[in-house]
């Protein structure tokens, strides 16, 4: 995987996304395919999410998909993350929940809020290196939340 990655803002079609997540499936706990119908589910964030895409070779590699149309409580929701496995390690989802965080302080977000099976330990490591906290549990799953500072401070 010497290919160089190009992050991007909306670029894939509503099949690239769906042959995406189809391709992580089974790396999402619990499986993708158990929780929603995958071509629907594609559907819904090509028509309501904003997305920040990883891409390589004319491949879709690395997806994180946000909803951010709560303007009155200003809280946007991250619905998805996900990389291709081979892709895995490489910082391509903390690059993508970078790039996510800092639209949505552009925006004027208060706060990002996801839901991640508790036993993913890798994604909650992620979640908490990107400053999330795990605010509730409602096992198996647990919400981590993550407040914006809206001003000019940036993180290194």
């Not at 010497?2 to 042959?19: H, P, Q, T």
């Not at 594609?42 to 390589?56: D, H």
């Not at 996900?82 to 004027?108: P, Q």
Request: proline share 3%.
């Amino acid at each position: 995987m010497s290919e160089s990655v190009e992050f991007l803002l909306n670029k894939a079609s509503e099949a690239e996304i769906s042959d995406h997540l189809s391709s992580c499936d089974t790396d999402f706990l619990p499986p993708l395919s158990s929780r929603v119908e995958i071509n629907d589910y594609a559907k819904k964030i090509m028509s309501k999410a904003v997305r920040f895409e990883a891409w390589s070779g004319g491949i879709l590699v690395g997806l994180v998909a946000a909803y951010c149309n709560d303007q009155q409580k200003r809280i946007a929701y991250i619905t998805s993350v996900s990389v291709l496995k081979a892709w895995m390690g490489k910082g391509i989802a903390a690059g993508l929940m970078e790039l996510c965080i800092e639209h949505m302080k552009v925006l004027g977000m208060r706060q990002i809020s996801l839901e991640v099976a508790e036993d993913n330990t890798s994604a909650v490591k992620l979640y908490e290196k990107s400053g999330f906290l795990v605010c509730k549990v409602n096992a198996p799953f647990v919400t981590m939340d993550l407040p914006l500072e809206n001003g000019d401070e940036h993180e290194p």
